[in-house]
């Protein structure tokens, strides 16, 4: 019986959805999805196709789009939205990468007027703002009103502190197209640069030289006043949640609190949501119907509901524009204007068609919003509460309590649920105090932390020194519930990190969900959970007993490198770090260790103590404890042990030996590397750190067969003074791997030195320009996949750079 009426149940949902759409309506669900697959499926592709073929896409699918819902045709107006979507998102894409520096202004000195856009993050020693360059004929061609992302490094905070939202300056620059890493599990900053039209990314070069030209002004200059104004007068550290929650200015937030708001699945509430922009849509319609209702003179020219409607609408979109216009919001300005205009016009509106309009909409206004995360989180979660919760809180209605609470774990469930296999794609992880710590604070931040902080921001706006008794209600309140929410967050089983799963997985995992949540009675739902395996325990790709993986993690200009056995892993440097900057240990080498599925490492190897080869290291011990540290003795990096030739020892059928420094020599920075060899069966791999020609012949001298390897990691990034022709020769190398930073100022590698390898056979190979490099020595021989070849994106700066990723090319190896 159960059986019956879940098959039941099925076939009305399925048949219902086939009846409203039979014509396909233009603004329904069905073409909103087909729109949705049209633009996800351009931005899938390695490269764009030619504009001409773009501008027959628009004609031929805005054709079947518009006529296409009736006679031989019909069913074409889906196919038709599916093409407009593929040609309206690769227009967009073509117009924002044409937009970028173009290759003669790289690097050079600029001097550009214009306006900061957003709220500067303020940092100690540097500060990172938006910037839109001016269009008036002064300013370069091809930069005017142009978007910039900048920073300006000082130790001294006061002159950065002018640096406010709204104000406009003229400052020296020097700019470059956006370029970022490219690793497994980190971020793609090329891919958000395109996302937010950045055109190009810089540095104030001389900071005594920038002129303030006006002070702030417009939105983003009131939104930096009120969210210091909610700082100042609130004198408790939960105040930078109150800024965050009230004007979506999450600035004072540093790394902890965000860690713990992602182990316990929050950080969907912290920033603007829905739900806010809810409150003060219906506070408005309140507040516009009651104007009505003391004015009753006021319905002769609008009728009262109509006045609330449009309140409503007023204030939806004021508050989104106040708040930064994120996808979340905007997604329900539409929907609310949709309700409205359907209850004007006085006609029924599905809450399911209410919703493909609003992702048409934002899509037409921005096709490339699908490359953020907050767009897929935003409609997925509202789509599984449609699909799954149909009806008044998903069990039949009623009023009371308990259908209250009935509706409201429900909707938990399925959110958990539904959202848990882009939640792992996205950022790699899987909070499982997520559905608990949500219980909580979804319903007390929502109805009482939001409430008080909106308000706040309201009283203030109306009357200065109204609003501070808000902010403090507010954050007395947030205070009551958060120590709670930091023990769920910091219990050991909170999240877990996941290795990076194969295309597949995620098909797989949304399917198993879908059928999880169909009604209670359809059969295989035990066998369905077998679909979450590759998404959840994907393959780790670890070498067989006797063979070993090397890893080139792109660090920029620095040197990490994973090596991994059967069962053991060894990370050799940590690439670099600047003191409260960019620290490469946490944005490329901890990202890249979750996504190659490393639960630990076995033995650290600090080459010297470079900053570019150790600067990470206090990063990644604080993730991922490392039992043992080897530097070289009088290194200023602590180590619990000394790397010195002749030490060597045995994983999983692989054989590690120091060559070099020698007992007793004095710490000569560069010379004193460490230097490792690795031996497998068939074949073997050098890690040479930062050594020059001095000890290069030494070794030469001294250890020759020691120097004849497969695979060299290029000493010192491929500098001048080092690739002696002799130890180049000596090694015999196919594969000459060089780890340095894009365009960095010491030009490396320089080209004599990879004319060099080249001329002795190797494969060279540019982390700047491959990417991650992962190599694997076994009974196959060697293999190589690059990370950018490997999975190429149709805004890759390398490729449009027209760069090749090799520097010269070895045929025989074997690329998986």
């Not at 967009?92 to 001097?111: D, E, F, K, M, T």
Request: hydrophobic share 50%; net charge positive; aromatic share 8%.
């Amino acid at each position: 019986m159960a059986a019956h009426f879940s098959l039941a149940w099925f076939h009305q949902r399925a048949s219902g959805v086939h009846v409203a759409h039979a014509g396909a309506a233009l603004f329904g669900s069905l073409c909103a999805a087909s729109l949705l697959a049209g633009v996800s499926l351009c931005l899938l592709l390695p490269g764009l196709p030619p504009r001409g073929v773009l501008w027959c896409c628009v004609l031929v699918g805005g054709g079947l789009a518009w006529r296409a819902n009736a006679g031989p045709l019909r069913g074409g107006r889906v196919l038709g939205v599916l093409l407009l979507g593929m040609a309206l998102a690769g227009l967009q894409a073509a117009h924002a990468l044409q937009a970028q520096l173009p290759v003669a202004l790289q690097g050079q000195s600029l001097i550009l007027r214009g306006q900061i856009v957003e709220l500067p993050v303020h940092e100690v020693r540097r500060t990172s703002f938006e910037f839109v360059v001016d269009t008036d004929i002064s300013q370069p061609a091809s930069l005017r009103g142009q978007r910039l992302r900048l920073a300006w490094y000082d130790d001294d905070p006061r002159p950065r502190a002018r640096l406010q939202a709204g104000s406009r300056w003229e400052f020296p620059l020097k700019l470059r197209a956006p370029r970022g890493l490219r690793n497994p599990g980190g971020s793609d900053a090329e891919k958000y640069a395109l996302a937010a039209r950045i055109s190009a990314t810089g540095f104030v070069q001389k900071p005594l030289r920038a002129r303030r030209l006006a002070g702030p002004s417009g939105i983003d200059a009131w939104r930096e006043a009120m969210s210091a104004r909610i700082a100042s007068t609130t004198p408790v550290a939960s105040s930078r949640f109150v800024q965050a929650l009230a004007l979506g200015d999450t600035r004072a937030l540093d790394d902890t609190d965000w860690a713990r708001l992602r182990a316990a699945g929050l950080t969907h509430l912290i920033a603007i949501s829905g739900f806010h922009v809810g409150l003060v849509a219906g506070f408005c319609a309140l507040l516009a119907g009651g104007l009505w209702w003391l004015l009753p003179a006021l319905c002769r020219w609008l009728p009262r509901p109509f006045a609330a409607g449009g309140g409503a609408v007023l204030g939806a979109f004021g508050y989104a524009l106040l708040t930064g216009m994120a996808v979340p919001t905007m997604r329900t300005v539409v929907m609310i204007a949709v309700l409205v205009l359907a209850r004007c016009l006085r006609r029924r509106q599905r809450i399911a068609d209410t919703l493909g309009l609003g992702c048409i909409v934002l899509l037409l206004l921005d096709p490339l919003a699908v490359l953020g995360a907050g767009f897929w989180l935003s409609f997925a979660g509202v789509a599984w509460l449609l699909w799954c919760l149909p009806g008044d809180a998903g069990e039949g209605g009623g009023k009371g309590i308990m259908p209250i609470l009935r509706g409201f774990f429900a909707a938990q469930a399925v959110a958990s649920l539904g959202l848990l296999p882009l939640t792992v794609v996205l950022f790699g992880q899987a909070s499982f105090a997520g559905p608990l710590a949500n219980l909580a604070a979804v319903p007390w931040w929502s109805l009482v932390v939001v409430p008080l902080s909106l308000l706040g921001v309201l009283a203030e706006t109306l009357h200065a020194g109204a609003g501070p008794w808000c902010w403090q209600a507010a954050a007395w309140c947030f205070d009551l519930l958060w120590p709670v929410l930091t023990r769920i967050a910091d219990s050991p089983l909170a999240m877990l990190w996941l290795p990076e799963a194969r295309w597949f997985a995620l098909p797989l995992a949304l399917l198993s969900a879908f059928w999880l949540l169909l009604p209670r009675g359809l059969p295989g739902k035990p066998l369905v959970l077998l679909l979450w395996l590759p998404l959840l325990l994907p393959a780790r790709e670890l070498p067989a007993v006797g063979a070993v993986e090397l890893t080139v993690i792109d660090v920029g200009q620095g040197l990490s490198v994973l090596v991994r056995t059967a069962h053991h892993s060894l990370l050799y440097d940590m690439g670099p770090a600047v003191a409260d900057g960019y620290d490469a240990g946490e944005r490329a080498v901890i990202p890249a260790l979750h996504g190659l599925g490393v639960r630990h490492l076995d033995l650290a190897m600090v080459s010297h103590g470079d900053n570019d080869h150790a600067g990470g290291l206090q990063a990644v011990a604080s993730v991922f404890p490392i039992p043992q540290v080897w530097v070289p003795a009088g290194s200023p990096t602590h180590g619990t042990a000394r790397c010195v030739a002749g030490q060597q020892w045995q994983w999983d059928g692989v054989r590690f030996r120091v060559l070099h420094p020698a007992e007793g020599m004095p710490y000569l920075d560069n010379e004193s590397s460490c230097v490792l060899r690795i031996e497998t069966a068939t074949d073997s791999a050098l890690l040479a750190g930062d050594i020059g020609q001095y000890v290069e012949r030494k070794l030469l001298a001294e250890q020759p067969a020691s120097l004849r390897n497969a695979v060299v990691i290029v000493p010192h990034h491929g500098s001048a003074g080092s690739s002696d022709p002799g130890f180049v020769s000596a090694t015999g190398a196919r594969l000459a791997l060089v780890s340095s930073g894009a365009d960095n100022r010491f030009r490396h590698p320089r080209e004599a030195v990879v004319r060099r390898w080249c001329a002795a056979g190797a494969e060279v190979l540019d982390t700047s320009r491959s990417g991650a490099l992962q190599v694997w020595i076994g009974r196959q021989g060697l293999q190589l996949r690059e990370r950018r070849s490997d999975q190429p994106r149709l805004w890759d700066a390398v490729q449009r750079r027209g760069q090749a990723a090799g520097l010269c090319y070895a045929p025989e190896i074997l690329r998986p």
